[in-house]
T-cell receptor
Framework: QQQVKQSPQSLIVQKGGIPIINCAYE??????FPWYQQFPGKGPALLIA?????SEKKEGRFTISFNKSAKQFSLHIMDSQPGDSATYFC????????????FGQGTTLQVKP | NAGVTQTPKFRILKIGQSMTLQCAQD?????MYWYRQDPGMGLKLIYY???????DKGEVPNGYNVSRSTTEDFPLRLELAAPSQTSVYFC????????????FGDGTRLSIL
């Protein structure tokens, strides 16, 4: 129940394409769903986040779609660029008192020029 | 602001040796976390702390210990290194409360041979 399942494991798209990364969870007590972006040799950095009472959030070219009834959420990257090539992690917060996050397995995205 | 600083960046240990991974943050964050990252596995929480003098176990605490004597520092101790502890270790911090993001260091790459 504490798992977050992420797919696909890897993704290759052409520049300008719209990669979509999906995550699913079981625990309905999760209350905050961030996405992190990680470049090689660096730590993850927050990209965008959503609360479960919102169905969509957009920041620049990045959009989270959230389906509370299906317990699924996804990241869409519009007009993807080679600079977006990175590993992406979805996460879910299990407790606001501790800030603990449960991370998905990660998706390695390659955007070809 | 340096953010979250981890030292060392790389280390090779022999089986049975001990070492301490250092983590320091200068953002006056209350909450701090240690994760390990293994290929295809995402980030797994080892230990966390919600303030000086308070620590608790995460998902994968076996073989590790932590202490939190100051707000700034959160060292991770490996007492008897085992090959299964070969990983990339990340420290993170957050202010706590609300939807504050976790800020990550750039990691320590540890190999145990």
């Amino acid at each position: 129940q504490q798992q977050v399942k992420q797919s696909p494991q890897s993704l290759i798209v052409q520049k300008g394409g719209i990669p979509i990364i999906n995550c699913a969870y079981e625990n309905t007590a999760f209350d905050y769903f961030p996405w992190y972006q990680q470049f090689p040799g660096k730590g993850p950095a927050l990209l965008i986040a959503i609360r479960p009472d919102v169905s969509e959030k957009k920041e620049g070219r990045f959009t989270i779609s959230f389906n509370k009834s299906a317990k699924q959420f996804s990241l869409h990257i519009m007009d993807s660029q080679p600079g977006d090539s990175a590993t992406y992690f979805c996460a879910a917060r299990s407790s606001s008192n501790t800030g603990k996050l449960i991370f998905g397995q990660g998706t390695t995205l390659q955007v070809k020029p | 602001n340096a953010g979250v600083t981890q030292t060392p960046k790389f280390r090779i240990l022999k089986i049975g040796q001990s070492m301490t991974l250092q983590c320091a943050q200068d953002m006056n964050h209350n909450y701090m976390y240690w994760y390990r990252q293994d290929p295809g596995m995402g980030l797994k929480l080892i230990y966390y702390s919600v303030g000086a003098g308070i620590t608790d176990k995460g998902e994968v605490p076996n073989g590790y210990n932590v202490s939190r004597s100051t707000t700034e520092d959160f060292p991770l101790r490996l007492e008897l290194a085992a090959p299964s502890q070969t990983s990339v270790y990340f420290c993170a911090s957050t202010r706590g409360g609300g939807n504050q993001p976790q800020h990550f260091g750039d990691g320590t790459r540890l190999s145990i041979l």
